[in-house]
């Protein structure tokens, strides 16, 4: 099993930066795919980015790419995800994630590992 906890989120205007930090502990942090997603009030959960267990392979939805970043330091257990840009849709709660059978992109399922999230507000 695996323990997610996610950090650095908070209100700003549109056009600013966040850097969002997921801390893993439990499996070897290095042998699974991490990922992002968000939840916007009233909306369902949505993909945000992924990245391999070797931090090489990346994904990103639409909304995001060319905006936002993820990356992982495999030494220190920790996922990030660098937010430039930032637009008033990007409001949400976003949640660190891993799964135990993803080595390049995770799915969105039962087996997933989720953290609680953490609150990102975009003010027009």
């Known amino acids: 099993q695996v323990q997610l906890e996610e950090s650095g989120g908070g209100l700003v205007q549109a056009g600013a930066s966040l850097r969002l930090s997921c801390v893993a502990s439990?499996?070897?942090?290095?042998?699974?795919?991490m990922g992002w997603f968000r939840q916007a009030p009233g909306k369902g959960r949505e993909f945000v980015a992924s990245i391999a267990r070797s931090g090489i392979a990346k994904y990103y939805a639409d909304s995001v790419k060319g905006r936002f970043t993820i990356s992982r330091d495999n030494a220190k257990s920790t996922l990030y995800l660098q937010m430039n840009s930032l637009k008033p849709e990007d409001t949400a709660v976003y949640y660190c994630t891993g799964h135990p059978r993803a080595t390049v992109k995770v799915h969105d399922d039962a087996e997933a590992w989720w953290g609680h999230g953490t609150q990102v507000t975009v003010s027009s």
């Open positions: 439990g499996r070897s942090f290095g042998t699974y795919a």
